[in-house]
């Protein structure tokens, strides 16, 4: 392997992002139908604040995070067979995701602590640089006996 550098392997970043996606979606969809179990009449029980938007989960949301499941195994088989236009439809998956947590935080004057965006941030840019540098890897063509995570380090990494 040689000089290893952070991003030359850019594939464990992808599998970091399709393990950790894939376990939050399965531990919302999992807390969501059991609190809805646990607590089906809301209005006869004090429901801790925390969990208030885990049990007004609805249809949408449940389609949503099936639909996400399945970006995320797109994500996982394009990875594998280094197929750049199944990185697609996690990125689309991701935006949307995006754009709700801006939409519901931001609603009725809910002011989130600045730390919290700032991490929230961080981690939506460590998965769109990620997502990008795959493709750009995905779209590259190698010439003969060359490796490409040695000509993506070339031309991407500093």
């Not at 236009?85 to 519901?104: G, K, Q, T």
Request: proline letters at 3%.
């Amino acid at each position: 392997m040689g000089n290893m550098k952070l991003c030359s392997n850019i594939k464990f970043h992808g599998y970091l992002i399709v393990v950790f996606s894939a376990l939050l979606t399965v531990s919302v969809l999992i807390s969501s139908v059991t609190l809805k179990l646990l607590y089906p009449n809301r209005q006869d029980v004090d429901i801790p604040n925390d969990f208030q938007d885990l049990i007004d989960y609805g249809w949408f949301d449940f389609t949503g995070d099936v639909v996400h499941l399945i970006s995320i195994g797109v994500l996982c088989y394009g990875i594998r067979k280094e197929n750049r236009f199944c990185l697609i439809p996690f990125m689309l998956s991701i935006v949307f995701d995006w754009i709700a947590y801006l939409i519901a935080n931001t609603r009725n004057g809910s002011a989130m602590p600045y730390q919290v965006w700032l991490v929230t941030t961080a981690l939506f840019l460590y998965v769109f640089v990620t997502l990008i540098g795959l493709y750009k890897l995905f779209q590259m063509k190698l010439k003969e006996g060359t490796d490409r995570s040695d000509e993506f380090n070339k031309t991407m990494c500093l």
